[in-house]
Structures are given as structure tokens and as C-alpha cells.
């Protein structure tokens, strides 16, 4: 029976940066963002990064949120496998905004 696993590499976030780098092992997964404010308006930009050596990444995908004080969410399919990937926060702004970013990878066996 498949399964599906799913792994929150970016929790919580308040300011730019990197979460945390996950090992898929050449899986194909999904991946969302979501966030919010808590009170008004805000964005954040969020870079869905892959790596074949977990060194040297490139950019699969920019998602864009503009956050409100409901969550917003957005999400992507990985293309091909990798073997590693890893959110970056280019930018987020509002109110005590923060975002998250999971990583969903099916289980086979």
C-alpha cells in the first residue's frame, strides 16, 4: 500500500533566509507554501530550490503569496526527481507575517 509523507522544512518563518534541506532520495513530490498576517496585508516570495548534491541548487519555482489574516497557500509538482530540495524566503513583509513550506513525497512499499 502507498503512502504519503509529508515533511515541514520550512516552519514557522518570520524573516528571509533558507529552511531546512531535505534528502528525497530522487522521489517526485508536491510541494505548498502558506502563510499569513495578523492583522492587514502582507506578500512574501518563496524559491523552491533543488540540488542533485545538495551544493549546488537551482531554481524550480518562485511562488508568490500575498498574505491576509486568512491563510493562503499555493503549490507546485516536481517535474522530475531530485535529490535534494529546500525553500528560501526572498522576501516577506505585514504584520507578524509568517509562512511555512512542506515537501509531500509518496511511500511506496
Known amino acids: 500500500m502507498d503512502r504519503v509523507s509529508t515533511v515541514n522544512i520550512l516552519p514557522a518563518a518570520t524573516a528571509t533566509g533558507d529552511s531546512l534541506l531535505m ?49 493562503t497557500s499555493d503549490f507546485g509538482v516536481f517535474d522530475q526527481a531530485w535529490e535534494y530540495v529546500k525553500f528560501n524566503v526572498a522576501s516577506i513583509s505585514g504584520a507578524t507575517a509568517t509562512v511555512r513550506g512542506y515537501v509531500s513525497v509518496e511511500m511506496i512499499g
Open 23 to 71: 534528502r528525497m532520495s530522487g522521489a517526485k513530490c508536491t510541494y505548498v507554501v502558506n502563510g499569513e498576517v495578523a492583522s492587514s496585508t502582507g506578500a512574501s516570495s518563496i524559491t523552491v530550490l533543488v540540488s542533485p548534491d545538495g551544493t549546488n541548487f537551482i531554481t524550480l519555482d518562485t511562488l508568490s503569496l500575498t498574505l491576509g489574516t486568512v491563510t
